[in-house]
């Protein structure tokens, strides 16, 4: 998507050979109108999916899951990281290890919200070792719904997150796939259109 690329380029800072910030339009400020182009690209490739709940977690996964939901017009559940006073009951859990804070979090979603009727997109900002979305795909799991497929904001290509959900036969569409943050950010269509 070359509108996500273009900010990436202009406005993403490369802290190490592994971690990418994009404070400025997606982690911390949002850019509503990037967010509204990512809804419609998400909605387009799953459109004939007939998804009827798309799935994220907290927190930034809820404005691009909203978005998508909103072209898809269907309702978004985020997926919490913490406990909630008020959401005690009947919840759907999964194990998320964070190798970048090097712990171990409790993911829930009510299950309320997701039944096995459902077909489900998830969303997320970014794919790295992919714990966030396989936490997702265990909640999806747990509600003997089906996974549509999994859509991400960022991939970053060089990390396990991409082949492991894809060996798992999961549909995976990535807006921006990053194969390098060495020497500056390489996309991976850059690396292939160079090749032919
Ligand atoms: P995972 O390793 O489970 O695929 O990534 C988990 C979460 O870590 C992502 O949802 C994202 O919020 C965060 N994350 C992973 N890599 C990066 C990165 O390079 N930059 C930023 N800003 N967040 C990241």
Redesign the pocket.
Known sequence: MKQLKDKIRTEGKVLSS?????DSFL?HQIDPVLMVEIGKEFARKFKDENITKVLT?ES??IAPGLMAALELEVPVIFARKRKSLTLVNDLLTAE?H???KNETNEISVSNQFLQKEDKVLII??????????LGLVNIVKAAGAEIAGVGIVIE?SF?D?GRLLREQGFRIESLARIVSLEDGITFLDEVEASQT
């Open positions: 592994q971690v990418l910030k994009v982690n977690i930034s996964g998320v964070s190798f970048t997320d900002d970014f794919l790295a070792n992919g714990q966030a979305a970053k990390q997150g």
